[in-house]
């Protein structure tokens, strides 16, 4: 997967906790909410990683920066099923 894939996909897994957000607005907003801002942080890492790379043009750097965005999407990918299975047992679907 390119880096460029992998951006794109992020972005989709940050549009799917506004969507979680408009969802769950009362059930579990706290952890949407913690989501959100531990994704940004991602994201913040990943541009300050890719600030190195502009600097030094190491593939390391490349290989760090998809990485941490790996690992948000992983994150969100575990949080879903849980939306997920909390969505079921309230009967929304």
């Known amino acids: ?21 408009k969802a769950h607005r009362a059930d579990h907003f706290a952890d949407i909410t913690r989501l959100e801002k531990s994704m940004e942080k991602i994201y913040t890492n990943y541009t300050t990683i890719l ?8 593939e390391r750097y490349l290989e760090q920066a998809e990485q941490i965005l790996q690992e948000g999407i992983n994150t969100v990918k575990k949080f879903s099923k849980f939306e997920l299975l909390a969505t079921l047992s309230k009967g929304k679907l």
């Open 1 to 21: 997967m390119t880096i460029e894939d992998t951006v794109k996909e992020f972005k989709n897994c940050q549009s799917k906790i506004q969507v979680w957000k």
């Open 51 to 58: 600030i190195d790379y502009r600097r030094t043009k190491k």
